[in-house]
């Protein structure tokens, strides 16, 4: 019975996130006083594509929530809000780049204050799951993250100029991969966590020091090499786009097969 009921609240879970998303596509739509999607528009069909398959992760994240054992469901559901909130976004910010072919820079910013602090707390939900982990490792992480986020912000929406601005985002991201190579988090994972977490873990960690320099790089081609205006806003945004798709979705497949793999485990 418990576990029937569990399974009833993930699916409507899942099914009431897919209505507002896809609430928020007509009404994004409707708002937009855009044409059609152009056939040669690589950029706006990056935007439509990885909205869509930010939509099939959240729907697959949360259903999954009832094979794995109730420690872990927190991480899968912090998983499908990421990919849910970066979906909702993505509809505005596709509506946006078709409407005028302009770089939707503040959405982008709204829902990366949001999912990106998400992502860094899965580090300590995995932890957690498998030991008392200290609070600080939270913390850590989220300053980490406010700094690169807010220094990339700061630059991108022309308060201050782009190369300090990126600078500061680069201290920021510098001090969460200290955290997550070098730190307590890393040594906890390396003393106490059991194979498949530790295997998670370096792997999660990974994808943030491969998998986000992509961001710095958009940065880059965007700002800082002296292209013209047409040309860096589509260097910076299919760039993003493309790295959204790793750090977002393969992120949190990798902490759905950890969950998996430990529910199993867990069983025999």
Do not use: C
Not at 67 to 78: E, G, N
Not at 120 to 125: C, G, I, K, R
Not at 127 to 135: D, G, R, T, W
């Amino acid at each position: 019975m418990i576990i029937n009921n569990f399974g009833s609240k993930a699916t409507a879970v899942a099914s009431s996130g897919l209505m507002l998303a896809l609430f928020s596509t007509n009404t994004a739509a409707a708002a937009s006083s855009s044409g059609m999607l152009k056939s040669d528009d690589f950029v706006g069909i990056s935007f439509w594509l990885i909205s869509m398959a930010l939509i099939a992760a959240t729907a697959f994240f949360f259903l999954e929530r009832d094979r794995v054992s109730p420690k872990w469901r927190t991480s899968l559901t912090v998983s499908g809000l990421v990919t849910f909130v970066a979906a909702v976004h993505y509809f505005y910010m596709r509506d946006v780049w078709i409407a005028d072919g302009s770089t939707p820079t503040v959405f982008r910013y709204i829902d990366w204050l949001i999912t990106v602090p998400l992502l860094m707390v899965e580090f300590y939900l995995i932890l957690s799951a498998v030991k008392k982990v200290p609070v600080g490792i939270f913390w850590r992480l989220l300053i980490g993250t406010f700094v690169m986020l807010i220094g990339g912000y700061l630059g991108e929406a022309g308060y201050i100029n782009v190369l300090p601005a990126f600078v500061i985002g680069m201290i920021g991201w510098a001090y969460i991969l200290n955290e997550i190579f070098l730190g307590e988090a890393s040594k906890i994972n390396a003393k106490d966590s059991p194979p498949a977490v530790q295997a998670g873990f370096k792997t999660m960690r990974w994808i943030v020091s491969i998998g986000w320099s992509v961001y710095p790089l958009g940065y880059f081609f965007g700002y800082l090499t002296g292209l013209n205006p047409a040309d860096s806003a589509n260097a910076l945004n299919i760039t993003y786009n493309l790295a959204d798709v790793l750090n977002k979705i393969a992120f949190g497949m990798i902490i759905w097969n950890i969950a998996i793999k430990e529910s199993e485990s867990s069983m025999k």
